[in-house]
């Protein structure tokens, strides 16, 4: 552990970030990644922001509506060809660890990742999260997802899923007016920004999510949470509203993040 931080610390050397990458992890379902797209571009000028869209295994048809999304946004577009008998979570464990894969190719030096179905609801303050990452080279990643986490409709997970113990805030640091909260939590594989050095740890052969949250959580236990929520995930709200409207889904208190 001491030594992975020395290494970030003299590797880094408090710079600034100088380039920022947004992957994008799509399968199927292109009206979600328009609306996706649609609100990024909206809320965030995108300049000096470079989208790598990675279609992990769409059928023919999507694959071809894919890359006119990815000619209407100017973003690059990636097919990852995935095996049909793998299991539906095996299929999107592939799909991210490709996506860390392509993301290293590129020259950015911070990486904000995404699956198709986070919609976002405001300006993502890229210099404040830069000099929050590069301040706290003991934090690995940001998560940028809806930020309440007490199981509810529109809350997250409140465990750490290594620990199994109940996520609880309790520090606060403020960069440039923009808060950060910080607790013990475990990788997340979508929602989050990360610097390359962290993502350069993860680019090892660990191929299910489970397994990365415990490598990960090894060096980097303590994480932050960007306030307020910059992205909400729209496929589990609308599953929902249409359960509710069906009269399936009565417990409110279950967890889908």
């Known amino acids: 552990k ?30 979600m990644l328009d609306e996706t797209l649609m609100s990024i571009k909206l809320h965030n000028s995108l300049e000096g922001i470079d989208i790598l869209l990675l279609d992990n295994g769409s059928c023919q048809i999507t694959q071809i509506e894919n890359q006119k999304i990815a000619h209407k946004y100017n973003l690059k577009y990636i097919y990852n060809d995935v095996d049909n008998c793998l299991s539906l979570n095996e299929k999107i464990e592939k799909g991210h660890n490709k996506l ?19 919609k976002c609801v405001g300006k993502i303050p890229l210099d404040a999260c830069r000099k929050f990452l590069y301040d706290n080279l003991d934090i690995g990643q940001i998560r940028i997802r809806d930020f309440r986490y007490d199981d509810s409709f529109y809350g997250g997970s409140s465990l750490n899923f290594v620990n199994l113990k109940k996520i609880k805030f309790n520090k606060k640091e403020f960069v440039n007016g923009i808060e950060f909260d910080i607790a013990e939590m475990h990788w997340v594989n979508s929602c989050q920004i990360i610097r390359r050095d962290s993502l350069e740890y993860m680019s090892t ?17 303590k994480n932050a949470q960007l306030k307020p929520g910059i992205f909400y995930h729209i496929g589990p709200q609308r599953i929902r509203k249409d359960l ?3 009269g399936l889904f009565v417990n409110e208190n279950i967890s889908q993040n």
């Open 244 to 246: 509710r409207a069906k």
């Open 2 to 31: 001491i030594s992975w931080k020395i290494y970030l610390k003299n590797k880094c050397g408090g710079n600034m970030i100088k380039k920022f990458t947004v992957g994008i992890l799509t399968n199927n379902r292109n009206d």
């Open 205 to 221: 052969e660990i191929h299910s999510e489970m397994k990365k949250m415990q490598y990960f959580y090894e060096i980097f236990p």
């Open 100 to 118: 860390i894969c392509e993301l290293l190719k590129t020259k950015a030096d911070t990486f904000c990742i995404l699956e198709d179905d986070w």
